[in-house]
């Protein structure tokens, strides 16, 4: 497995080779990270992973500069996955002096986490289209695990004809439900024991869907059910791809929600086919 730092020692060395799969990350890789990998393993010839913070998608007020980091371990993990190549740029590498263009992806990015986390799609975008501008992947494999940034990545490929297929894998979860995510490295011990509630929120909402169950708002209420004690930013029964708020559901919609323990934010869907 060969480590880059820099834009130019990558694009040489993706030039070399042919199809390729990326997995682009932020780093304090978990068994969701390395699916992804090990999915680009089965579906291309040679993988890339990025390891990248990235500092435009943290508003303000969140956890740039506390997000977990450890590139050894992340690398040794890379190489047993069966990676090929790592680019893992400092923040300067990918926005130099004088940076000054963003991607901005309309509608999608409205509601939801966009609608909490103002300029953070923006920052999502703007990294993801540089990251497959410098890599040029054939497949790019993101986590369902966020699912608004996976509808967002799709619409921005889609929009700009980028020569690139995006493909979303399932969420991974611990055996009590949580869904797998570098962030719950911040939970207590205490608040890690509540943290599957969310899971449980969503479990509800799909249960009465699959018994039936068509009104947003009723499956709503069943997830706000299971969060007593939590700060709510949201749930949400949305259109699978508009992610527009429904009333009633005639088509693929998206259960979401994102709440806080303590400090602590987490989010976690489940699609409602
Ligand atoms: O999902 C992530 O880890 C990040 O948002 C991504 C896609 C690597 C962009 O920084």
Redesign the pocket.
Known sequence: MKVFKTVAEVRAARAAVGELGLA???GFLHAGHLSLVERARAENPTVAA?I???PT?FGPNEDLARYPRNLPRDLALLEAAGCDLVFTPEPAEIYPSGFDTTVSVGGVTEGLEGAVRPGHFA??AT??AK?FNIIQPTRAY??QK?AQ?SVV?RKMVRDLNMPVEVVIAPTVREPDGLALSSRNSYLTPDQRARAPALFRALSAAKTAFDAGERDAEALRAAMGRELAGFTIDYVSIADAETLRELDRIDGPALASLAACLGTTRLIDNLPLN
Do not use: R
């Open positions: 682009p990350t932020m990025t990248f913070v990235n998608q920052g999502v990294v993801v990251l993101f986590g966020d940034q990545i």
